[in-house]
């Protein structure tokens, strides 16, 4: 780790500006390579037991469902509203062959998921007999015995009564509805599809049918956003008891709908909030769910009971896990490789129905990498245990990642106890601004895709 000076104060950004602020994985996306793709499929051909710790390896699946019924303003991720039933029938079909070609390489095969993930785009815009066709063929090339978590992306208003049961029926345990907002003028200029009646009737028989975790998804700082209308909003969600609550601050990427209008405009400001507005009003809604009894557990998420509700995908993600993804534009980790898919849609059939695995780029990690993206994430939960990372590793995190730890808490946002290497309110309210003081020089410039 290359020394990091410390300084009086940070670096304050204020505006939101455009650009990915969100850190989701290490070394960056930027620096993952089509020229590396045959490292992928080296890693794939290694027999399990051949393979780093595999025997001890949580091994779990990410499905991306790409379709929408409308393009938010400020979605960033691959997402198409152009598709027709056939289209949409032809993706599932190759969902299952990309799966196929998995199940049958030794890296893979005879492995059991303890988790699944139905992500999007919007997952439970799928009919349910198209969801019942695409799960049966999964559990049959991947059994589903050992699952212990299905989390299933919602939006509200593709919910009727019938799919939301069918949806439970599929064995989901965790739907996460993706509200954003309860007012619906600020849902409608942002682009968003449902309304406000549609949250209230899909949360009540999501309820009334018994699925074991309920999360909802909230963001703060959306276009024409006020304080007031945060307030109702929090208050709002507060009144629902939901399992958990994860809580967005708004970014502006460069691929999203309201980039393209500042472009067109000339502004470099994005239309939405300050960050230190944004982080005052998620440190507002952190504080009215812990005066009902919630626990923040991380900088985006509070939770009713943390002994009883577990989020076994993003443990898996942050801590080195298996996930093999499969779809357009996903992106996964297997035999101790990134890799991610075609990111558009007919380059990634084609591939699949020519029998091939549709990926279009990857990353080894070196050892020191694989090390600090793990610590770095786990930051995001709020605390880590050194001797957790030190038994992992062989070096202590306090020692591998001296000077940046320095930084932070020079600028007073870490807390250190004994084992414990904690993060801040106001620390953890902008963790991910934070965490690239931990960035290899040469990643520093890295741009999330």
Not at 74 to 94: H, P, Q
């Amino acid at each position: 780790m290359s020394d990091v000076p410390t300084t009086a104060t940070p670096p304050l950004r204020h505006e939101t500006t455009a650009g990915n602020y969100f850190v989701a994985n290490y070394p960056p996306f930027a620096f993952w390579k089509p020229e590396f793709v045959g490292q992928f499929e080296a890693a794939l051909d290694r027999p399990r037991l051949t393979l780093d710790s595999q025997r001890s390896t949580i091994f779990g699946q990410y499905v991306h469902i790409p379709f929408c019924r409308k393009r938010c303003h400020f979605c960033y991720f691959k997402v198409y509203t152009d598709k027709d039933s056939s289209e949409v029938r032809g993706y599932l079909d190759a969902l299952l062959s990309e799966l196929n070609v998995y199940a049958r390489k030794p890296a893979i095969r005879g492995r059991k998921p303890r988790f699944v993930y139905f992500g999007g785009g919007t997952p439970s815009y799928l009919s349910p007999d198209q969801l019942n066709f695409l799960t049966d063929g999964m559990k049959r090339l991947l059994s589903w015995e050992e699952v212990e978590e299905v989390t299933f992306e919602a939006e509200p208003g593709t919910l009727t009564d019938h799919k939301l049961k069918a949806i439970r029926d599929l064995g989901v345990t965790r739907l996460s509805l993706g509200i954003e907002h309860f007012d619906d003028h600020i849902l409608e200029i942002n682009g968003r599809a449902h309304r406000s009646k549609e949250i209230a009737r899909a949360y009540a028989f999501a309820r009334e049918i018994g699925f074991p975790q309920i999360n909802i998804d909230l963001i703060a700082g959306m276009v024409e956003e006020t304080e007031d209308k945060w307030r109702e909003t929090v208050a709002k969600a507060v009144a629902l008891r939901p399992d958990s609550v994860t809580i967005y601050q708004m970014e502006v990427p460069f691929n999203t709908g309201i980039y393209q209008q500042m472009k067109a405009g000339g502004k470099l400001v994005a239309p939405v909030a300050d960050w230190e507005t944004k982080r005052a009003w998620v440190n507002y809604a952190y504080g009215e769910f812990e005066k009902i009894g919630y626990t923040v557990t991380s900088g985006t998420t509070v939770v009713r009971d943390p002994a009883q509700v577990k989020f076994i995908y993003r443990a898996g993600l942050f801590s080195g896990a298996d996930i093999l993804s499969i779809g357009v534009a996903s992106f996964g980790h297997l035999g101790g490789v990134h890799y991610q898919n075609h990111h558009e849609f007919q380059p990634y059939v084609d591939a699949v129905n020519n029998g091939k695995l549709p990926v279009y780029r990857a990353l080894t990690p070196s050892a020191e990498e694989r090390y600090l993206r793990e610590f770095m994430l786990g930051l995001k939960l709020g605390s880590v245990s050194a001797d957790h990372y030190t038994k992992k590793f062989g070096v202590d995190p306090r020692v591998q990642f001296a000077a940046p730890l320095a930084t932070l808490s020079a600028w007073g946002f870490l807390t250190n106890g004994g084992d414990r290497i904690g993060v801040t309110r106001e620390g953890l309210l902008q963790i991910d601004r934070l965490l690239h003081e931990f960035f290899e020089p040469e990643h520093k410039t890295g741009r999330y895709a």
